[in-house]
């Protein structure tokens, strides 16, 4: 193992590592997408009236929120095509994108709820009473309210699950993370891969973070100004 | 069933290092949120900046990238064997988690309404008794259901520690299932398990948290 730093080594890995970056991306834009999308299933099952169902889909979120989405990925990959009857063999990239897609699905899931709620009582009862139908109501009076205010939070879950998507080099998704451990494993220096690693995380999540605090902060001045109109 | 009485023995010797690991970076991470929550409200600008750095280097990246880059950096830059993995992962996870932390720490010192600081200078209090006496007990009070979270969190991510070959609860849930690959449903299955359950106390601690939070204070 070399002592020290280098900038050489540094210089040689940065192309290698790169080459990591657009499945990294991809990866990301995917289990996102796929999120948005189930976290209306989540939002859609607990608003299913009744107690008990109720109480199982709360727990199951709880546990797939409180449990490691590592040991998620895992089970995905190894477990699942090992289940009689139901197992398929997912490739890796499938998996990270159905196992981090769904963990963090239920955070989004609950985001969706919060924004549901706040939505006031009478424009609930202003749909009914002008006899709009059920896809009606929620397409043109309650979602187009309940979302835009929860566009902040989901923007930063984006940057969280940028920042979940190494997990997936754990299973063979080959992002920027497997590139700089595999280019560490062949000339036996990690230090500078992973220092790379950390520098494209660092350039690329900061900026967007400090985009979101600016679209929340316009947001907020929208929506304040709608409360003192009310 | 007889899978299910075979396996958890074995998964259950993971048991200790997840539980300490958990425990020892929590309390770096709980530190850190404090120490570098303060920093950040510094007057000195220099402590200013060099806290927010380290905020923000710390959320910035994803705490796999840190963990191996501690991994590897450590011995190599200078020079020192901290001796154990063991410290590798609790240093990763509490400076991560504490950089978070420190967000909250933050945050909610300053949203402690102004009035009540002004009301301890009318009072005469010098600036750390304004501090001890009069805003941190009620900005603890907000911080409880964030670090409650945040706990939750640091559980999740000490299942990292397995891939710098801690033997915690996966690591021996991955041995399992290489020693034979049918059983891997039951044991992952069986290792999700068993994290729920050491989440189960903390889930609880976390809403108690979120109520004694609301406890007294007017809305609005």
């Keep these: 193992m070399n002592n020290n730093w280098s900038w050489e080594t540094f210089m040689d890995a940065l192309p290698f590592v790169l080459q990591g970056l657009w499945i990294t991306v991809s990866l990301t834009i995917t289990c996102y997408l796929f999120a948005l999308l189930f976290g209306f299933v989540w939002t859609f099952l607990r608003r299913i009236p009744n107690r008990f169902f109720n109480w199982i889909v709360t727990w199951v979120m709880e546990f797939i929120r409180s449990t490691p989405p590592l040991v998620q990925l895992f089970f995905l990959f190894y477990a699942w095509p090992m289940i009689p009857g139901i197992g398929v063999t997912l490739s890796p990239f499938t998996s990270a994108v159905l196992g981090l ?9 609950e ?58 080099s754990t299973i063979g998704v080959a992002g920027i993370m497997l590139m700089a451990n595999s280019y560490g494993a062949q000339n036996w220096s990690y230090l500078e891969p992973l220092t790379i690693v950390g520098i494209i995380f660092l350039v690329l999540s900061y900026p967007s973070a400090v985009l979101i605090r600016k679209l929340e902060i316009k947001l907020n001045t929208r929506f304040d100004k709608n409360a003192a109109i009310k | 069933m007889n899978a299910i009485i075979e396996i958890f023995p074995q998964l259950a010797r993971g048991l200790h290092v997840t539980i300490t690991v958990l425990l020892a970076s929590a309390i770096l991470a709980y530190l850190m949120a404090f120490i570098a929550g303060l920093c950040r409200l510094s007057q000195n600008i220099f402590i200013r900046k060099f806290t927010g750095f380290y905020v923000e280097v710390f959320r910035g990246t994803s705490l796999i990238v840190q963990l191996f880059w501690l991994y590897y950096a450590i011995p190599m830059l200078f020079g020192i064997q901290l001796g154990s993995n063991w410290w590798t992962g609790v240093i990763a996870i509490g400076l991560n988690y504490g950089a978070y932390l420190s967000e909250v720490v933050r945050g909610s010192i300053l949203s402690v309404a102004k009035g009540q600081s002004e009301a301890a200078t009318a009072l005469n209090m010098s600036r750390f008794q304004r501090m001890r006496l009069v805003i941190f007990p009620q900005a603890v009070r907000m911080m409880l259901p964030e670090f409650g979270n945040y706990t939750i969190q640091m559980l999740k991510g000490t299942s990292l520690v397995s891939l710098i070959g801690m033997t915690d609860i996966l690591y021996y849930g991955d041995i399992l299932r290489s020693s034979n690959l049918s059983q891997a449903p039951i044991v992952y299955l069986l290792v999700l398990v068993f994290y729920f359950i050491l989440a189960l106390p903390l889930i609880w601690l976390t809403r108690k948290g979120e109520r004694i939070s609301k406890k007294g204070v007017a809305n609005g």
Aim: aromatic share 14%.
């Design chain 1, 111 to 168: 985001i969706y709820r919060s924004g549901i709620d706040s939505i006031d009582k009478g424009q609930w009862e202003a749909s009914k009473a002008l006899n709009f139908s059920t896809v009606d109501k929620w397409r043109r009076i309650i979602l187009p309210q309940a979302i835009p205010p929860t566009v902040p939070m989901l923007g930063n879950y984006f940057i969280i699950m940028f920042k979940e998507v190494p997990l997936a």
């Design chain 1, 101 to 109: 897609g769904i963990h963090f699905s239920t955070y989004i899931g």
